[in-house]
T-cell receptor
Framework: DAKTTQPPSMDCAEGRAANLPCNHSTISGNEYVYWYRQIHSQGPQYIIHGLKNNETNEMASLIITEDRKSSTLILPHATLRDTAVYYCIVSYGQNFVFGPGTRLSVLP | EAGVTQFPSHSVIEKGQTVTLRCDPISGHDNLYWYRRVMGKEIKFLLHFVKESKQDESGMPNNRFLAERTGGTYSTLKVQPAELEDSGVYFC?????????????FGSGTQLSVL
């Protein structure tokens, strides 16, 4: 079973920030938090990952709480093309256990 | 740089037939993974190769599934004989190393329909 819980769906207005939460209260000390997304029927696409510090790249920001029991993925200016299923995964290594993810709908 | 490529993109076969899926990882990636999503379920890990060796095949559903990676380059996943419950999307992924700080690159998948 996945070690993360995410809301099943969220809506976001185009141009606004999308904040996707994830709970991972049983995360181990050496496990990273990864975020991937799947658009339509394409393969999952890497977004960002981190261990305990906040991370930012050209796609998104990842905020991890100090106790590492939860995190938030932030898409700063959501576009229609960001509509997808977003997966939060905790793992050491890449033998991932996917949960159902959050279906994000960006609305015009 | 070419990404992970999978062939065919779609396959429709009858129950009892054999199907072979192929995956070409990103050049230089020693780690190759197979995942699948069957109808209504989450994406599930099947197995992990490091070069030509099977590092972890704990997710393989049964002995009707055979994965190979001869020479440590491309990989094939054979289903023989195929059953109805094997229908789904089979994803291949690759990474340069295994462990932390490593991105996984996925292919677009093979949609398998068993009738």
């Amino acid at each position: 079973d996945a070690k993360t819980t995410q809301p099943p769906s969220m809506d976001c207005a185009e141009g606004r920030a999308a904040n996707l939460p994830c709970n991972h209260s049983t995360i181990s000390g050496n496990e990273y938090v990864y975020w991937y997304r799947q658009i339509h029927s394409q393969g999952p696409q890497y977004i960002i990952h981190g261990l305990k510090n906040n991370e930012t790249n050209e796609m998104a920001s990842l905020i991890i709480t100090e106790d590492r029991k939860s995190s938030t993925l932030i898409l700063p200016h959501a576009t229609l093309r960001d509509t997808a299923v977003y997966y939060c995964i905790v793992s050491y290594g890449q033998n991932f256990v996917f949960g159902p993810g959050t279906r994000l709908s960006v609305l015009p | 740089e070419a990404g992970v490529t999978q062939f065919p993109s779609h396959s429709v076969i009858e129950k009892g037939q054999t199907v072979t899926l192929r995956c070409d990882p990103i050049s230089g990636h020693d780690n190759l993974y197979w995942y699948r999503r069957v109808m209504g379920k989450e994406i599930k890990f099947l197995l992990h190769f490091v070069k030509e060796s099977k590092q972890d095949e704990s997710g393989m559903p049964n002995n009707r599934f055979l994965a190979e990676r001869t020479g440590g380059t491309y990989s094939t996943l054979k289903v023989q004989p195929a059953e109805l419950e094997d229908s789904g999307v089979y994803f291949c992924a690759s990474s340069q190393v295994w462990g932390d700080h490593e991105k996984l690159f996925f292919g677009s998948g093979t949609q398998l329909s068993v009738l």
